[in-house]
């Protein structure tokens, strides 16, 4: 029986979000994707696609997939890929396809120049994490993943905003604004804040802790 390993098309988003969906049920976190189909077209397939998929069809039929997009290491001076999602339906598993997936992923790292491969596995799926320590992947236990997401991520970017208007960097009509970039430049964070900042190192970004939690070992 032949499986097959190949990059997603625009035709495939409505497939992807079936996958992410199912990943989400084995998460034990059913009612957290909001993503649509929309989204994942404008985002993958759009002319500034923010990540890369990678679909398995195992005797014609989908049977999972990776998805995946760019990270870049300040101390190594080179790009990286963060693996956000990593599934394999249930049907399919212990046929190798996760780890095809994997070597897939690896292989699209190695020739875009990235220096390591990262991703992020639940703590009860010790199955997978098994599998990752048996291939090498080392585990980065004394990390801690760090998320700002929804009205707490909007505050930080209003005081951000308000600081912008409040120095003079409100645009008249027809100009553009100052980019926060900008805005940092000339005028800094506040009071202690920069300490803290600059004391923090972080880790890639990420959404769900999903990527191998769907995956049991191939």
């Given at each position: 029986?032949?499986t097959?390993?190949?990059?997603?098309?625009?035709?495939?988003?409505?497939?992807?979000?079936?996958?992410?969906?199912?990943?989400?049920?084995?998460?034990?976190?059913?009612?957290?994707?909001?993503?649509?189909?929309?989204?994942?077209?404008?985002d993958?397939?759009?002319?500034?696609?923010?990540?890369?998929?990678?679909?398995?069809?195992?005797?014609?039929?989908?049977?999972?997939?990776?998805?995946?997009?760019?990270?870049?290491?300040?101390?190594?001076?080179?790009?990286?890929?963060?693996?956000?999602?990593?599934?394999?339906?249930?049907?399919?598993?212990?046929?190798?396809?996760?780890?095809?997936?994997l070597?897939?992923?690896?292989?699209?790292?190695?020739?875009?120049?990235?220096?390591?491969?990262?991703?992020?596995?639940?703590?009860?799926?010790?199955?997978?994490?098994?599998?990752?320590?048996?291939?090498?992947?080392?585990?980065?236990?004394?990390?801690?993943?760090?998320?700002?997401?929804?009205?707490?991520?909007?505050?930080?970017?209003?005081?951000?905003?308000?600081?912008?208007?409040?120095?003079?960097?409100?645009?008249?009509?027809?100009?553009?604004?100052?980019s926060?970039?900008?805005?940092?430049?000339?005028?800094?964070?506040?009071?202690?804040?920069?300490?803290?900042?600059?004391?923090?190192?972080?880790?890639?970004?990420?959404?769900?802790p999903?990527?191998?939690?769907?995956?049991?070992?191939?």
């Amino acid at each position: 029986m032949r499986t097959t390993i190949r990059s997603a098309t625009a035709a495939d988003v409505a497939q992807i979000l079936i996958f992410i969906r199912a990943l989400a049920v084995y998460e034990r976190a059913p009612d957290a994707v909001t993503a649509t189909e929309e989204r994942l077209l404008r985002d993958g397939f759009g002319p500034r696609p923010f990540y890369r998929c990678l679909m398995a069809e195992h005797e014609g039929k989908p049977a999972g997939f990776a998805f995946y997009f760019f990270n870049y290491s300040t101390w190594k001076g080179r790009p990286g890929i963060y693996l956000e999602d990593l599934f394999v339906e249930p049907a399919f598993r212990g046929l190798g396809i996760g780890r095809a997936l994997l070597e897939a992923v690896a292989a699209d790292a190695l020739q875009e120049g990235c220096d390591r491969l990262q991703w992020e596995v639940l703590d009860w799926n010790t199955q997978a994490i098994d599998f990752y320590r048996a291939m090498g992947a080392e585990f980065l236990d004394e990390w801690r993943n760090v998320r700002l997401e929804g009205e707490a991520l909007a505050r930080l970017a209003r005081r951000t905003r308000a600081q912008a208007i409040g120095d003079g960097d409100a645009a008249a009509p027809g100009e553009s604004r100052a980019s926060p970039a900008h805005t940092f430049a000339r005028h800094g964070f506040a009071g202690g804040e920069a300490e803290d900042a600059d004391a923090q190192r972080s880790v890639p970004p990420s959404g769900e802790p999903s990527v191998p939690a769907g995956e049991s070992a191939p």
